[in-house]
């Protein structure tokens, strides 16, 4: 039994230095100025294909007692909840009430063992997101509006790796990894106990991409769902695909689902843009070429498009990767509208809907960057916001909140969800670090 523990982490170990090699080999700093990779026109330089993706985990750590994120000039941050388990979603219920879920990866189907699988497990970990599951929604509650929650309560367990949430005529819709399922809800309500009633399935099974989003059309007939794909570029066969790397549509009468876009590799964080009317959505984009490529971005939503994935990249680059290629396809692919930067893992998306960051913000975007595991030197860790015009992007983007990196490299926390609070105030949802975080003007 020894000698077979022995050999174990022999092997183990053999198989790391073996990943190392591979990533040092891999290993491309990056050459554009990560200020150019963002807008409606990034610079995309000529791709490098890397034998194995170059790996940059920013190990997560703790935030020291007394530290947080460090708000951007004229702004305020506060630890809004603690104590929370790999915290991704936000809702904020019409009372004020926060709706956060608590979720990680689902488990995966048993494909056995391979080096990549195992580097990935390896990697997650190091990232903070190794652990199983809390598969559940929290209630946190600010009774007296100064930017704490006094109570924090479980609101819906039993989950499958929740996401997405989206209340609409007295039912509180989840994005589960596997299905949209509702639940009823009454205003002040502390805890939900009735059973899901599914709406739809969703494409799950080996769920490379597993968070999905969930919103209601404004009307109120309608879901809006992302689901991501199932591989980098299709090297898990194109088949796995069906239904993948976009958007769907679930008329709520009939219960049907229609795909409304398409070639969007890993859409999240769906936002009506106030003024406009219009669908966005933020999207990561494909690795493994670099550095400085692919920009993930931000984009509106237009009935029947197709974005790309994973035929080409950025509107009409071709992948030379995908064989065989898809020329008509590729044809039509549509140019995203604003790009948030290569492997920044941009997530979370809120538009501004308040006043209480003041005219020249409102009706803006807050972007969550949850941050690069692949890139030298890091991209992401922050929040961001783009200010918008006449419901179009109208200028570069601004830090609203960085610091989630030590001096040292190590992530202290990771930003996710945003949302905009009953009182105006910027939440942020932070899974490394286990909290929520409220961002204000400062008082």
């Known amino acids: 039994m020894k000698k077979l523990l022995l050999a174990a982490v022999v092997f183990a170990a053999l198989v790391i230095v073996g990943v190392v090699g591979l990533v040092s080999l891999s290993r491309h700093e990056a050459t554009v100025p990560i200020e150019q990779t963002y807008g409606p026109d990034p610079v995309l330089v000529e791709p490098r294909v890397e034998l194995m993706p170059a790996i940059n985990v920013a190990e997560a ?9 460090i708000a951007a000039q004229g702004l305020a941050v506060q630890e809004f909840a603690g104590g929370l388990d790999h915290p991704r979603w936000l809702h904020v219920l ?3 009430d926060v709706l956060v879920a608590e979720s990680n990866a689902p488990t995966k ?22 652990s199983q599951s809390a598969n559940r929604i929290s209630l946190l509650r600010d009774r007296d509006g100064d930017g704490v929650a006094e109570t924090k309560t479980p609101f819906i367990t039993g989950l499958n790796s929740p996401f997405g949430m989206t209340l609409l005529n ?9 299905a949209i399922v509702a639940f009823p809800y009454q205003d002040g309500a502390t805890e939900v106990t009735a059973a899901p009633e599914k709406i739809v399935d969703l494409p799950a099974g080996r769920n490379h991409h597993w968070t999905k989003d969930v919103i209601a059309s404004r ?8 689901v991501g794909s199932n591989s980098n570029v299709g090297e898990n066969g194109m088949e796995e695909e069906e239904g993948r790397a976009a958007v769907h549509e679930i008329d709520l009468a009939t219960r049907q689902m229609r795909q409304f876009a398409s070639g969007l590799r890993n859409p999240n964080g769906l936002a009506w843009q106030p003024d406009s009317g219009e669908l966005w959505v933020v999207v990561n984009e494909r690795d493994e070429i670099g550095p400085d490529l692919v920009p993930d971005y931000m ?27 898809a020329p008509e396809l590729v044809a039509r692919a549509l140019k995203p509208d604003y790009a948030l930067g290569p492997h920044t893992a941009s997530l979370g998306l809120t538009f501004n809907s308040a006043d209480l960051f003041g005219p020249e913000m409102k009706s803006g975007a807050f972007i969550g960057q949850h941050g690069s595991w692949n890139r030298f ?21 601004r830090d609203i909140l960085t610091g989630f990196l030590s001096d040292d490299g190590k992530a202290l926390g990771r930003p996710v969800g945003v949302a905009i609070g009953r009182d105006g105030a910027l939440l942020v949802a932070d899974d490394a670090g286990n909290k929520v975080w409220w961002v204000a003007p400062g008082r």
Do not use: C
């Open 299 to 325: 984009t509106s939503v237009k009935d029947g498009a197709f974005y790309g994935w994973p035929h080409s990249w950025f509107g009409q680059h071709i992948d030379e990767r995908i064989k065989p290629q």
């Open 170 to 178: 007295g039912k509180l819709y989840v994005a589960n990894a596997d």
């Open 219 to 226: 009307d109120g007939t309608k879901l809006y769902a992302t």
């Open 109 to 130: 189907p048993d494909e056995g063992f391979s080096i990549r699988a195992f580097a990935a497990a390896l990697l997650q970990k190091k990232a903070g997101a190794g």
């Open 377 to 397: 030197p890091r991209s992401g860790y922050k929040v961001i916001f783009v200010p918008f015009a006449n419901g179009r992007p109208s200028g570069p983007p």
């Open 61 to 69: 750590t703790p935030w020291p007692a007394g530290t947080m994120p």
């Open 94 to 96: 019409p009372n004020g």
